[in-house]
């Protein structure tokens, strides 16, 4: 793996670097998540294998450190992830975030401006209030969730989530969900639908009807969608999802 010494986080980042041809691609992960984890299996379908594609592990998640005095809010992660995108020297790319992680991306991509040229964001945090995951996490104090809760999630979920859910320092995802249910101003959809680069939204299909996938269409922003997939789409349809991507992403200069 890559690794930076994080000034914003005082702590290593690592990602992957998949060679390739073409803008490269950077992976921003989700609440619990770790691109590590989560999307080596998207990026090597036939519809993005050929793309460089970069899977960054935000602190606090998978092999990234995992600093006790970081805030771990959306905007400071916003912050790491521009450290190794400008590490990297990358004049343009395409971003992708799921989740918690395309809440970040619409931060991050308000800092590159004309760098970027696609934004790709499946089932974000739109607004405050976090999603149902996230008040439960912040339903009680960081430190009874740190000694207690977090153990016993982990201990009863049997989705693939727990492979990447048991490298996740709890301080980071009780500090992460806490970030999602306070919001951001102007929100992350004013931004959202604010941005100039070429933009795009993914839901899985069993996530639908939804409001914010409405007003995203009403804004004339193209809706794709993951059939057979929910929220976890990344690991309930990933040939469908590295499908998505590669359609979006296949847009002009890319």
């Given at each position: 793996m890559h690794s930076l010494s994080s000034v914003i986080a005082g702590a290593t980042v690592r990602w992957h670097d998949f060679p390739g041809n073409g803008i490269?691609?950077?992976?921003?992960?989700?609440?619990?998540?770790?691109?590590?984890?989560?999307?080596?299996?998207i990026v090597t379908e036939p519809a993005l294998r050929e793309r460089r594609t970069i899977l960054i592990d935000l602190p606090g998640s998978g092999y990234s450190d995992k600093p006790h005095d970081f805030d771990f809010s959306t905007t400071q992660q916003a912050a790491v992830v521009m450290?190794?995108?400008?590490?990297?020297?990358?004049?343009?790319?395409?971003l992708y975030g799921h989740s918690m992680g395309g809440s970040i991306a619409i931060e991050v991509a308000e800092r590159l401006g004309q760098r970027l040229h696609t934004l790709a964001v499946s089932e974000p945090n739109f607004q405050s209030g976090g999603g149902f995951y996230s008040r439960l996490v912040i339903a009680e104090p960081e430190s009874e969730f740190v000694a207690r809760s977090y153990e016993r999630i982990l201990a009863n979920d049997k989705t693939p989530w727990r492979g990447c859910l048991q490298n996740v320092a709890p301080w980071a995802m009780w500090r992460g969900a806490k970030s999602l249910v306070e919001g951001v101003s102007p929100?992350?959809?004013?931004?959202?639908?604010a941005l100039g680069c070429e933009r795009a939204l993914i839901f899985g299909e069993r996530s639908l009807p939804d409001d914010d996938a409405a007003a995203v269409v009403n804004a004339g922003i193209p809706l794709h969608i993951v059939p057979e997939a929910g929220h976890s789409m990344s690991w309930e349809n990933p040939p469908a999802l590295a499908a998505v991507l590669g359609q979006i992403f296949a847009q002009k200069g890319s």
């Open positions: 490269p691609v950077v992976f921003i992960h989700g609440l619990g998540c770790a691109s590590s984890y989560e999307y080596p299996r450290e190794v995108i400008d590490s990297l020297g990358l004049s343009q790319l395409d929100s992350w959809m004013a931004r959202f639908l």
